[in-house]
């Protein structure tokens, strides 16, 4: 062992209360005391760790010090990625650090220190809701969470993907909680308390799990912090300050049923931080020595406020060593580096210590691999997966798949590069080509001046760099708000409770795929707008529409409550229709407009008005609508016989549904397609999409024709399907660009109608849980925009929060959580191909070759990429078809194997594949 | 923390004659868009003993801030010599720049300005009324001295929680010699409007 007291490692005096090294070992972050604020302060590790680099006045030791944190910082942790460092302390506050890559070295203004900052790092948040000091903070595995405690006696639970959201507050101790610690595998976490007691808290509902108090019933005083740990094998949490016997002690607890019958005894006064080593070991073995096969073990080291360090294997009774007077004051804080074998520990009396061990002292450090097989042992799959690291032994096999190996790298390597050029680039070079310097030197000639209305001066400073907190944008899919611009398909509702969150999705229409895009995807939405005027703003009208609507169609809805379905239905309807009538009665002049809003902000296509005037005219005391359409500024009418219940349009057609149940179809330019069809009952809702025409009506039939071949897609259909032994009406209507009619259930399931094989089929389901467990965040790369816009994510809507409850990755086993995220995957595969979505399709057959990949499913993803290619040899008994949706599927696969290639262990499905796409690119 | 971070602060034109304007190119950092204007102040203390002979030299409104880093050049008449006392027109004082948020000060930089006649003789024998065509302002550009307070960034309520105070430099009241430091020690403190906030100069 090797101890060295790096002394320029220091707060110029002031205590250092806790210290981290960062995981890839190259830097540490000390927190503490500044001159007047709280100070952290990030190092280089070279000069630790080798004496010619901490004489190489050329390597800089201290990296960045932030004075941010208006007082006292008590505990500076790395994230396990290492891309962020947080930082508790007296302000109450926790801030998040994230390095900034852009900016060059640079002093805090003012600092008496005028070195510079080598590395640059910028708090990307600050975390408010403590009331009092910040004592500790943890990242849980994989930073799902950022833990925190206070002295306000509580624990706050960030989401640390997606801050300052708080995921839970932990309310029950009632004392200051001084210490916390994550569960390794991620299903606990544990604090200390001046109160006493050690609780565990489940990461599944954030609950207690046990409150451990009888070690600490003999605690006197106080420690400034009690750091408590948990044993890299999940199996061991072990206590800052306990007693036995009136001797301190720290206190080990079992896992397995909180069993308190171990401690760690030796140290004088009240143990203040424990820490256990990341690393597992088994004996190291020795030459000659019989191969006595040993159990792994763990170490751990504890500091007290006597001043001294143990370090402890927990194959041995006594401590492996003890460091006696290598502080003045308490110790406060221990971190081990990842590999295990190096140390750090600071103290009240602002110094830090580092003490390097051997393997032959410690023992041989599992590997990874060595680490998840135990932890698989004992919890099964483990969560602390790591791929990577699994497949760094495995052999390249051939040359195809080393070439696609090192150009990922080299992409990689570039890209990075690029980013980098990039944020140097802006830094240079700011404005035109213009340096810094040449805009410092004009900067007051061109800077912009005006008078504000009351005289004063008012000056618009220049921007010379942007902030680039890009990191911390929320989960691709709680970013994506289905923005009423945004719905692909037109939708109505019949029930009136939907007027909140569904008619989001209502009116507009979007291009769906890249045939619809070039379109003038017009649709339209019925809309009962009680108005005098005859002409609305688009704007306006929408939003009067949700409020007057919500007065206008209390209770319309199609309810199949047990009985004979369509009398029933009829009345109901009845009952709705009615009152809407009513209430357009009571209006002297009664309009229905129809507005259509611009698809898509980019698109350039101009917006589609359709306004109906019921009642325009009385000719012969008949009265005639008004139907009129507007579209590029031409514009055209017609006239009806009957008043105008609903109207809808696509880009190709338009067609309008009227009290005495004719439905009349005209084409964009007004002209007559079809004699006006009778339905069988009033219309309930329209829609139109393409040259697809969709009508329900209020006996709760569901037809769906197509205007151009003149046929029907779906004839007459009852929903009594779907809707029979339930309670629930519909919520949702809406048809696809491709014809296919979906049907949304206020119990939140969805479905739609498959007209070959005229099935219905379920697509979505909001209650379903699997939708809420499965977890493929991992697998949705960042280049993939989102779809928002595809029939399925419209009906799915904001639901799939691409595995909410998924995050609590431990509360559920592994192989279930990966079992259900398949399951899911699968079902939105199937639906998107039944829905005839191809971008969505593309999408999600992407993210679960992913997922297939990340997880290793060997046969699904051959039977995958078999069906993908399609026999090599023409035959004519083959059913196989070559598109799937308008999609080539070789071309699919062809996207898909840099997927797999991913996977090295998938090398050989990978070569295998590529040769036959080759063969076949080549016939 | 505050939202707005000052960076750097330059000082242009220095030396220069007392006439020229006061030119500071400021740096400063956002964290996020602020709805509001930022307000900065140049205060010219005009006597080390008393608070009422401080000229605000200059306010400026500076926005709009959007999050990001942004710089700007802080440019302000010259004291009017008229409100000087003749018995402090040479010698050392101090020139502050402020700026507030919302109506509260977040930020206060001080600097030693140190007025003096360039010509030996005039130095050896200054005319009892000063001649401030011949005088020379020197700001001690090196060593700023700055205070933070912590201001509420989200309200434009007055409540101020407690002050930082960052004096960066505790090795400067012997590095800067020309520092009378009977008469300054305590004078910045009443210039500011905050009397909750304490800005130890020396």
Redesign the interface.
């Known amino acids: 062992m090797k101890l060295l007291k790096p002394s320029w490692v220091s707060h110029n005096g002031k205590p250092i209360f806790s210290v981290d090294i960062h995981p890839d070992g190259t830097k540490f972050a000390t927190g503490g005391q500044g001159e007047d604020s709280g100070k952290v302060v990030i190092w280089n590790m070279a000069p630790v760790l080798r004496e010619e680099d901490e004489k190489n006045v050329n390597i800089p030791k201290m990296l960045c010090q932030m004075d941010n944190h208006l007082a006292c910082v008590n505990c500076v942790r790395w994230s396990n990625t290492g891309l962020y460092l947080a930082s508790g302390g007296d302000d109450k506050l926790v801030m998040v650090w994230k390095r900034a890559a852009f900016i060059g070295p640079s002093t805090v203004f003012g600092s008496s220190s005028k070195l510079a900052n080598v590395e640059q790092w910028r708090c990307v948040t600050i975390l408010r809701n403590h009331t009092g000091d910040v004592m500790d903070v943890a990242w849980s595995p994989h930073d799902v969470w950022l833990a925190s405690c206070s002295v306000d006696n509580t624990i706050v639970i960030w989401n640390a993907r997606k801050f300052p959201e708080i995921v839970a507050s932990l309310k029950g101790h009632t004392g200051l909680v001084k210490g916390l610690t994550w569960d390794p595998v991620g299903k606990y976490i544990a604090s200390q308390a001046d109160d006493h007691s050690l609780k565990v808290w489940r990461t599944m509902d954030w609950q207690q799990e046990t409150n451990i108090t009888k070690p600490f019933n003999e605690c006197g005083g106080t420690t400034h912090v009690l750091r408590l740990s948990w044993s890299p094998d999940g199996q061991y949490l072990v206590s800052a300050h306990a007693m036995n016997n009136s001797g301190p002690t720290a206190q080990i607890i079992e896992r397995d049923g909180w069993k308190t019958n171990m401690d760690f005894v030796g140290h004088r006064k009240a143990v203040t931080v424990v820490k256990f080593n990341p690393k597992i070991f088994k004996k190291k073995q020795r030459n000659g020595s019989s191969p006595k096969p040993s159990c792994p073990y763990c170490c751990c080291a504890v500091g007290s406020k006597d001043r001294s360090l143990s370090v402890w294997l927990t194959s041995l009774k006594r401590p492996l060593v003890v460091i006696h007077d290598l502080f003045d004051k308490s110790i406060m804080d221990i971190s081990w580096t990842l590999n295990g074998l190096g140390i750090l520990v600071c103290s009240m009396d602002g110094t830090v210590a580092y003490l390097n061990f051997s393997q032959d002292e410690l023992g041989d450090p599992l590997n990874e691999d060595e680490k998840n097989a135990i932890h698989q042992n004992i919890y099964g799959k483990s969560l602390a997966i790591t791929t990577e690291a699994q497949l760094s032994t495995t052999i390249i096999e051939n040359p195809e798949m080393l070439k696609y190996q090192q150009e990922r790298q080299r992409a990689e390597q570039a890209n990075h590069r690029m980013t980098h050029e990039a944020q140097a680039h802006k830094l240079t070079s700011v404005v035109n080509g213009e340096s810094l310097e040449d805009i410092r030197k004009n900067l007051l000639k061109k800077q912009v001046e005006t008078r504000t209305a009351d005289g004063r001066r008012r000056i618009t400073p220049l921007c010379i760099a942007q902030l680039d907190t890009g990191d911390f944008s929320p989960a691709l899919f709680n970013s994506v708000p289905i923005l009423p611009g945004s719905a692909s398909q037109l939708t109505s509702q019949l029930s009136s409770d939907s007027n909140t969150a569904t008619s989001n999705l209502d009116p507009l229409s979007t291009p769906l795929g890249s045939k619809a895009s070039s379109l003038n995807t017009t649709a339209m939405k019925s809309n009962l707008l009680l108005t005098t005027s005859t002409k609305m703003e688009p704007m306006k009208a929408l939003d009067s529409r949700f409020t007057e609507r919500s007065k206008v169609m209390p209770g319309v809805t199609i309810s199949m409550a047990g009985l004979t379905p369509k009398a029933l239905d009829v009345e109901k309807r009845k009952k709705g229709r009615p009152r809407k009538m009513d209430a357009k009665m009571m209006m002297p002049v009664s309009h229905q407009t129809f507005q259509q809003v611009r698809p898509v902000p980019v698109s350039t296509e101009p917006p589609v008005y359709l306004e109906v005037e019921n009642d325009v005219s009385a000719v012969s005391g008949a009265k005639l609508s008004q139907l009129r359409c507007s579209r590029e500024g031409r514009e055209w009418d017609t006239l009806l016989p009957s008043r105008v219940i609903t109207a809808a349009g696509s880009s190709d057609v338009v067609a309008v549904a009227c009290e005495d149940r004719m439905l009349s179809v005209f084409s964009a330019c007004g002209r007559r397609l079809l004699p006006a069809i009778l339905l069988p009952a009033p219309m309930s809702a329209l829609h139109c999409a393409g040259f697809y025409v969709m009508a329900l009506t209020a006996c709760a039939t569901l037809s769906v024709w197509d205007v151009q071949k003149q046929s029907a897609v779906v004839k007459n259909e009852s929903l009594q399907t779907i809707l029979s032994g339930t309670e629930c009406t519909v919520s949702q209507s809406l048809l696809t660009q491709q014809g296919v009619p979906v049907i949304g259930l206020s119990n939140g399931k969805s479905y739609c109608f498959n007209s070959s094989l005229e099935t219905w089929n379920l697509i979505a389901d909001k209650q379903d849980s699997l939708v809420q467990c499965a977890d493929f965040k991992n697998c949705i790369s960042s280049q993939d925009a989102p779809v928002s816009q595809g029939p399925l994510a419209l009906t799915q809507g904001h639901n799939l929060n691409a595995g909410r409850l998924a995050s609590r990755l431990s509360s559920t086993p592994h192989h279930l959580q990966h079992g259900m995220t398949l399951v899911f995957l699968e079902n939105q595969l199937a639906s998107a191909l039944t829905l005839r979505s191809s971008t969505e399709y593309h999408y999600w057959l992407l993210i679960y070759a992913r997922f297939l990949v990340t997880e290793g499913s060997d046969y699904r993803l051959r039977e995958l990429c078999k069906d993908l290619l399609g026999p090599v040899h023409k035959s004519a008994g083959s059913a196989w078809e070559p598109t799937t949706l308008g999609l080539r599927k070789r071309d699919l696969l062809r996207e898909l194997l840099p997927v797999i290639g991913q996977n090295l262990r998938f090398q050989r499905l990978f070569t295998e594949y590529q040769d036959q796409l080759e063969l076949l690119g080549n016939k | 923390?505050?939202k707005v971070?000052?960076?750097?602060?330059?000082v242009?034109d220095n030396p220069s004659p007392f006439g020229n304007p006061f030119?500071f190119?400021i740096?400063?950092?956002c964290?996020e868009d602020l709805p509001e204007?930022l307000e900065w102040k140049i205060i010219y203390v005009g006597s080390a003993e008393s608070e009422e002979y401080d000229q605000t030299l200059?306010?400026?409104?500076?926005?709009?801030?959007?999050?990001?880093?942004?710089?700007?050049?802080?440019?302000a008449d010259a004291p009017n010599t008229g409100l000087i006392p003749e018995s402090d027109a040479v010698g050392v004082t101090v020139a502050l720049i402020t700026c507030t948020y919302n109506g509260q000060e977040f930020i206060r930089?001080g600097y030693y300005v140190n007025n003096e006649y360039t010509d030996p003789e005039l130095r050896e024998n200054p005319p009892i009324k000063p001649d401030y065509t011949q005088l020379q302002r020197n700001i001690l550009a090196s060593n700023?001295?700055?205070t933070r307070f912590?201001i509420n960034w989200d309200g434009c309520s007055d409540k101020m929680e407690?002050s930082?105070?960052?004096?960066?430099?505790?090795?400067?009241s012997s590095s800067s010699s020309m520092v009378p430091s009977s008469c300054l020690a305590g004078k910045a403190l009443p210039v500011g409007l905050l009397s909750g906030n304490s800005m130890d100069c020396l």
Do not use: C, K, W, Y
């Open positions: 923390m505050a971070q000052v960076l750097n602060v330059a242009l030119q190119e740096t400063f950092e964290m204007d200059d306010s400026v409104l500076v926005g709009p801030v959007p999050a990001g880093r942004h710089m700007f050049v802080f440019q930089i700023p001295r700055v912590h407690d930082e105070n960052v004096d960066p430099s505790p090795n400067s």
